[in-house]
Nanobody, 124 residues
Framework: QLVESGGGLVQPGGSLTLSCTAS????????IGWFRQAPGKEREGVSC???????YYLDSVKGRFTISRDNAKNTVYLQMIDLKPEDTAVYYC????????????????????WGQGTQVTVSP
């Protein structure tokens, strides 16, 4: 089970840090991704982190979002700064057993387990 937290309402230019904590299985050997879905839009991959802590980002969030993992706490984080209205969405974390330690993908069909999502709203 994956549980996201940390969402909320923030003004443009503000920051939030999302957390995703796993129970029932450790994250050490899992690739982890963050996805988001805005109203009326398809879900898109925002960032992912491999077992070896390689990170990948959607172009529009590069330099503003940072993904990190803490295997000891079974938690992955998404630090978001300089938030924009277009970042408004429900954010989901997802995991998959890693075949390669340096690889993760921003494709939702690649992931097995999903959290319930947390709302992020960026508005004046």
């Amino acid at each position: 089970q994956l549980v996201e937290s940390g969402g909320g309402l923030v003004q443009p230019g503000g920051s939030l840090t999302l957390s995703c904590t796993a129970s029932g299985h450790g994250l050490r050997y899992y690739a982890i991704g963050w996805f988001r879905q805005a109203p009326g839009k398809e879900r898109e991959g925002v960032s992912c982190v491999s077992v070896a802590a390689d990170t990948y980002y959607l172009d529009s969030v590069k330099g503003r979002f940072t993904i990190s993992r803490d295997n000891a706490k079974n938690t992955v984080y998404l630090q978001m700064i300089d938030l924009k209205p277009e970042d408004t969405a429900v954010y989901y974390c997802a995991t998959r057993w890693a075949d390669l330690i340096n690889e993760c993908k921003l494709l939702d069909q690649d992931y097995t387990y999903w959290g319930q999502g947390t709302q992020v709203t960026v508005s004046p």
